[in-house]
């Protein structure tokens, strides 16, 4: 079963921490994605790359970077976490061609900072 | 930028009657309009999707329909069942999703039995 996994469900930082975000694909696709979901604004892009150390900027790039090192792997970092980054953050992977199959999400990470 | 809104944000129906969730977006280029189901716990998953050179798909109980000239698109939900009720979200892009999806805020489907 082809899967997007993020390495911890729920977590726990405090404010000025340095959190590191971790998503892993096996489906050898070459788009990865974070996204952050808060209730009643949707999912909001934050970063995506086509390629191993590419990344582009979503509609909400500040407080984060992304670094992707390799294919299958594509890391969210916040430089120095802060309350208002307390949030639910999704991974997705996509084909070259998304329309054909979509975007695979992970389950999400939960975090909340103190 | 793309800008997408989703209406109604919750809708509460009986077993067996028929939704409709709404969508506008408001970048004419878009040409991709995909819907995701989200179940409790679990991250978003693609139910049913349209490309711009078509005006209705139709997957069993569920269909898309887009309106390119008003820009609108809608997700309908025919003979609904309890396994319905989850949170769905419509997108739009212009790269077939190749750089990113514009979603809506999302809609809770809740079915009464």
């Known amino acids: 079963d082809v899967k997007v996994t993020q390495s911890s469900r729920y977590l726990v930082k405090r404010t000025g921490e340095k959190v590191f975000l971790e998503c892993v694909q096996d489906m050898d696709h070459e788009n990865m994605f974070w996204y952050r979901q808060d209730p009643g604004l949707g999912l909001r892009l934050i970063y995506f790359?086509?390629?191993?150390?590419?990344?582009e900027k979503g509609d909400i790039p500040e407080g984060y970077s992304v670094s992707r090192e390799k294919k299958e792997r594509f890391s969210l970092i916040l430089e120095s976490a802060s309350t208002n980054q307390t949030s639910m953050y999704l991974c997705?992977?996509?084909?070259?061609?998304?329309?054909?199959?979509?975007?695979?999400f992970g389950s999400g990470t939960r975090l909340t900072v103190v | 930028g793309e800008n997408v809104e989703q209406h109604p944000s919750t809708l509460s129906v009986q077993e067996g009657d028929s939704a409709v969730i709404k969508c506008t977006y408001s970048?004419?280029?878009?040409?991709?309009f995909p819907w995701y189901k989200q179940e409790l716990g679990k991250g978003p998953q693609l139910i049913i999707d349209?490309?711009?050179?078509?005006g209705e798909k139709k997957d069993q109980r569920i269909a898309v329909t887009l309106n390119k000239t008003a820009k609108h698109f809608s997700l309908h939900i025919t003979e609904t069942q309890p396994e319905d009720s989850a949170v769905y979200f419509c997108a739009a892009s212009n790269r077939g999703g190749a750089d990113g999806l514009t979603f809506g805020k999302g809609t809770h489907l809740i079915i009464q039995p």
């Open positions: 970048d004419s280029a878009s040409n991709y």
């Open positions: 790359s086509y390629d191993v150390k590419m990344k």
């Open positions: 349209i490309r711009s050179n078509v």
């Open positions: 997705a992977s996509s084909s070259l061609t998304a329309t054909i199959y979509g975007y695979t």
